[in-house]
């Protein structure tokens, strides 16, 4: 049988999808309130042609079959909040953990569907948030750097010589060592290749800020790899928060992972 002709069969006669209850708003929103447990995650994911949507799963089910929760088409927290309070308010209750990222909008959505429910960040997004920070500090440094390649060529082209950009002992231009370095700076030093080695030695010695912005992004993550007792880690984070605030690490994530 010819796949597509094997798939309308499917669809219209085995799985009964022309009488599926659920049929009539499928695409916007779905809930499966059968799958609730104690523990929950709620994230945005972006699916099909890169529309966001709201996906509430249990921890319990560890992202196995009746996993997922809701499924929400929005991103709003006012449209999320109209559809989870769809969910009987009795198993809402019985939520007793929400992991969450740190959008002010996930926060609302916990505290009026999951009232009882503690709220704690997941650890992805808050390394993410420092990554990202990181990431902006060699962003804004690369875009000196094309500004001061193109004024150069220009200034040679207005002498009528051949433009000679300055190379690093690596053979690198600023611009492209600037550019090249963008993943090395997501990995921990304890994974980088011999060259990247090299990149990162001279990238560091060059732009201090960006050395002084990953060692704080190493610390971080050591806070999380490393077993500690919750009293201990808090005091850790506590630390970090103060190595932050008094380095100068400047950056809308930054200031974004300090406020929370």
């Known amino acids: 049988m010819a796949g597509k002709k094997f798939q309308r069969q499917y669809k219209n006669r085995i799985s009964d999808y022309k009488t599926w209850k659920e049929k009539s708003h499928a695409q916007e929103w779905l809930i499966y309130p059968e799958n609730m447990s104690q523990s929950l995650s709620i994230d945005e994911v972006a699916l099909s042609s890169g529309e966001l949507y709201t996906v509430v799963t249990s921890k319990k089910a560890k992202g196995k079959k009746g996993c997922l929760v809701a499924i929400i088409k929005e991103t709003r927290a006012e449209t999320v909040i109209e559809h989870l309070l769809k969910i009987d308010r009795k198993l809402r209750l019985s939520v007793k953990e929400i992991t969450l990222d740190m959008a002010g909008s996930m926060k609302l959505i916990a505290k009026r569907c999951f009232s009882n429910a503690k709220r704690t960040i997941d650890r992805f997004h808050v390394q993410q948030l420092a990554s990202e920070a990181l990431q902006e500090i060699r962003i804004k440094h690369r875009w000196k750097a094309i500004e001061q390649e193109s004024d150069g060529i220009l200034n040679a082209r207005k002498n009528k010589e051949i433009y000679q950009p300055e190379l690093c002992s690596n053979g690198d231009t600023r611009k492209q060592l600037l ?66 605030e008094v380095s100068g690490f400047k950056s809308d994530q930054s200031q974004k992972l300090c406020a929370n």
């Open 179 to 244: 550019a090249r370095s963008r993943h090395l700076l997501y990995k921990s030093s304890f994974h980088w290749t011999e060259s990247q080695k090299e990149r990162a030695q001279i990238l560091f010695s060059e732009y201090p800020d960006i050395q002084n912005a990953y060692q704080l992004t190493e610390d971080l993550r050591k806070v999380y790899h490393k077993k500690n007792t919750k009293e201990i880690a808090m005091l850790k984070l506590a630390r970090w928060y103060h190595q932050v």
